[in-house]
């Protein structure tokens, strides 16, 4: 596990990422399905833990997810794609990617 993982809030968000992610509209069919663990993440992308933390990572298996939490108001939410302009598309709002710093079509900075 990377070691910006390693702590509660990320452990109960990625506790619903392992079991019931949204797969994105667009997602190829072909794409890997279900899913993943913090175990899985191969790089984080892009984290914001300022108010509701978000987060955006590229998996071992080459989709991209995006994971959200706010353990004080008991909000876990997880997303995948494997087109990472799908997930900053349609799992994160404009503010979490401004905040991310990462525009859709755009690298992070």
């Known amino acids: 596990m ?11 968000a990625f506790a619903v990422a392992a079991h019931r992610p949204e797969r994105l509209l667009g997602t190829e069919e072909h794409a890997p399905k279900g899913g993943f663990t913090r175990e899985d993440v191969a790089e984080v992308l892009s ?3 300022n108010g ?8 071992k298996d080459g989709r991209f997810a995006a994971v959200r939490t706010a353990l004080h108001l008991d909000i876990h ?3 995948y794609s ?3 302009d ?3 598309r349609h ?4 503010e979490e990617r401004q905040r991310l710093g990462m525009q859709e079509g755009k690298e992070p900075k």
């Open 52 to 59: 509701c933390w978000i987060g955006v990572f590229q998996l």
């Open 2 to 12: 990377l070691p910006e993982l390693d702590n509660d809030e990320w452990a109960r």
């Open 86 to 88: 799908n997930v900053l």
């Open 77 to 79: 939410e997880a997303a």
């Open 47 to 49: 984290i914001a833990v």
């Open 91 to 94: 799992g994160c709002t404009r």
């Open 82 to 84: 494997d087109d990472l």
